[in-house]
């Protein structure tokens, strides 16, 4: 395999070919088909993200994937920022369409003409739904699996609010759904205030969720964004006041995608393949049998099986004989599973098991009673390394430097002082081609521009996907 | 509400719309959004369809939604039998496409290049997978919500084998798998193999299953396909075998829809709105307080919540206080929840709950303590008597004639002898407006022809949806 430090990018799309996450043979660019392996993960992470939202009261919908070319058109600076990327159908059959529909690149135009029949008064506010679905963008760049691709596995949450106020409360509030999104997926994260030019098209402001590969180049993970009324004006979605008169209602999104995989595969993964933190991991635990002349050890496996499996792991068995413990060790180390169990000979007449972490440590003997209670706190030992280790590989890639010389060399996350202007961030973006990702959320303290020395605050630079 | 059995059509528009299962308000016909209470019910079936296939080891997997030309045209009948149904990509952004791009009408066009891929040996076979996705018609008929329509909710699994025999054993399994599907859905049916001029294009031969909704025409709620070699020779699907030659596999495939909503929806509801059986149900018990003057329930009722939740079942709360129970109570009913516990003062101080049932017979007084026990026993009962009178109104709904003259008046799925010409099934459409269903899978017996007198089998004719 691929060295992951030295040829990240030749490692990533090769663990993600031999694990079986994605085939990308398929015959159009940039559309892969997800493999069995790599659907499950991500349905994992989409079952850690509903589990969030569905506790805040958010209501899961579907909505159709073609938009007119009304609908989409309602939103001045939306329309302009998508009609570039967009797929459009112009053909039924052999008819020609009198309306030509785009597929959907997210969903502000599909919902939004709908939310305007829904929301009537107060009592309708606030308004919380969100999808899982496939979003389409005419991708013209290099295309990467889970990174830059033309149809995207997403999930976008709409809200509706009767004040400013309340829709700022719900941008808090998506900020503690995703500290817990990302705790269970163990990723790292600081979070960016996009410049107004790269801000979401129709939005107030946005602020992005950004992590570091491996590489060096820093990856969007997730945006949240406030609308205020840019949309409901132009969408008419508007309630009864109780003194008779109508409001806007303000608006807020908050958009994930497949791209929590990439981090997942690019951050935790190792020169031996993948590693999975345990809550995402299709195969929390798996059991391999070591063959053994004297007795059959299946039965003893199998019933540890059933035991894990009782006790809500998703655990394996594999007793395959026609490979070496070896070569099964290899196998599941490169899938990435957070534990191994194995059972031989030893492990039957001892009445243990031993078990072996994903992210190394000594190999340890449990005692066969112990099993149901072991496992979950072992997966949480597994989890908490991953933490560890992806923070440090954070901390590492997200450093601060006093000026464009020091910047110069700079990898990851790059933090410097900035005054917001555009003209300073072209002259970094010629000088070093970083762009800039936006001020640093939460960082107040002022700070002077490296370009043009004003004042300014910490705001982050850096080579992107 | 409207009346059910006389106006079945018109009382379906009405319950899909006021249960919030659906809105068709969306501005492209056919096109229809999934509200939270409908998406849930389908949720339900999805996950009753995945427990059945994933424990017989077939593997979920996602397709791109784009076929290209290329892909489509690969088998002659296929593409012949979607072209004039299929949604057509032309451009992406302001680009003219160089290739257009099908949005996939079903998935065989996308799986199988990419099965010759995956397929070199006996280890690869028999190789079954499935996706749940959207597929899209361009339906120039009269769409109905979840019945026909333009995007719609899919299962498909396909399959391959490495010989005729084992495709045929797979048939056999996919009809004991819909067996348990229809037994959770409380959906009776008959399996009727279609026409030759009705098969799924590119098929060797189609085995559909049939049910009959209240307004007597019969509705396909799903079909298993056996495509023998038709496939894998156009797409190069083949295998090694020993003797160093190579072979076509031999495949199959299943497919189920939103229709099972449609029917579910159809069959079992009554002039009070929806019936949903236990599996399907987003709410399988509500409980609704009676407030009191002289106690609090809600405390009483909130821990019974928490015990039925902890029991695994879906189970809600209504505590409001601005709405008379007897509203409340004919809220949830049309909702369709099978079981509504009742909590007041009377049954707090008695230490007690009184439950009513969805499908009727008195209500029951039922101890504390027994709660646990006595739901599960109770949804079991109510799905019992969805089957039960389901089953009544298939029997009175598809009956056996011996004439065409008898047959002038009849309702349903009509059995009569067909000799299996088409000049004798065009001939009882013309005179009776009633469609071919193919012969009745199972009935071996002898049967003259209606039409023409010579010797037959017995056959479905029906108007259909």
Redesign the interface.
Same mark, same amino acid.
């Given at each position: 395999m691929e060295n992951r430090k030295e040829n990240f990018s030749e490692w990533y799309n090769e663990i993600v070919d031999i694990a079986g996450l994605s085939?990308k043979?398929?015959?159009?660019k940039g559309?892969?088909?997800?493999?069995?392996y790599g659907?499950?993960a991500m349905q994992n992470i989409d079952r850690i993200i509903r589990t969030n939202v569905d506790s805040r009261d958010f209501?899961?919908?579907?909505?159709?994937?073609?938009i007119?070319r009304?609908?989409l058109s309602v939103e001045f600076e939306h329309v302009k920022g998508f009609?570039?990327?967009?797929?459009?159908? %112009?053909?039924? *059959?052999?008819?020609q369409l009198d309306v030509e529909?785009a597929?959907r690149p997210t969903s502000e135009a599909?919902m939004y *003409?709908?939310f305007s029949?829904w929301v009537r008064s107060h009592a309708d506010l606030p308004l919380r739904?969100y999808q899982i679905v496939?979003v389409?963008r005419?991708e %013209?760049k290099h295309t990467r699996t889970f990174i830059r691709i033309r149809?995207i596995h997403f999930f976008e949450a709409h809200t509706a609010h009767d004040s400013y106020d309340d829709a700022e409360r719900q941008m808090d509030q998506y900020r503690e759904i995703w500290k817990n999104i990302s705790h269970e997926l163990c990723l790292p994260y600081m979070i960016d205030q996009r410049p107004d030019w790269d801000k979401f098209p129709g939005a107030r402001y946005t602020l992005a969720f950004d992590t570091v590969l491996p590489g060096g180049r820093s990856l969007q993970i997730g945006t949240i964004h406030q609308y205020g009324t840019n949309f409901s004006k132009n969408y008419d979605i508007k309630y009864l006041k109780d003194d008779g008169t109508h409001e806007y209602v303000s608006q807020t999104t908050f958009g994930l995608s497949e791209r929590l995989l990439a981090a997942v595969v690019g951050i935790h993964g190792d020169d031996q393949g993948l590693i999975f933190p345990p809550a995402v991991a299709p195969i929390q635990a798996v059991i391999v049998t070591i063959p053994s002349k004297s007795l059959d050890v299946v039965p003893y496996a199998q019933a540890i099986l059933d035991e894990l499996k009782a006790a809500g792991i998703r655990a394996s068995l594999d007793t395959r004989d026609n490979y070496t413990p070896g070569f099964k060790y290899n196998e599941w180390e490169m899938k990435g599973v957070p534990l191994r169990l194995e059972i031989g000979e030893k492990e039957v007449s001892g009445n243990r098991v031993t078990v072996s972490a994903r992210t190394g440590g000594r190999r340890r003997q449990i005692d066969r009673g112990d099993i149901s209670r072991s496992v979950p706190e072992l997966l949480e030992e597994v989890a908490g390394n991953l933490r560890a280790r992806a923070d440090e590989h954070f901390r590492k890639l997200s450093r601060k430097y006093d000026s464009i010389e020091e910047m110069k060399n700079a990898q990851g996350l790059v933090l410097a002082g900035w005054c917001g202007s555009r003209d300073c961030s072209d002259a970094i973006e010629g000088k070093l081609e970083l762009g800039a990702l936006g001020f640093n959320h939460g960082s107040e303290a002022s700070e002077k521009c490296v370009v043009c020395g004003k004042d300014g605050k910490i705001a982050v630079f850096s080579r992107s996907y």
């Open positions: 085939d043979r398929y015959p159009i559309m892969n088909v997800w493999m069995p659907l499950k209501q899961e919908v579907s909505f159709p994937v073609l007119t009304d609908q009609e570039n990327e967009v797929y459009w159908v %112009t053909r039924g *059959g052999m008819d529909m597929l599909a *003409g709908m029949l739904i496939s389409y005419y %013209t149809e």
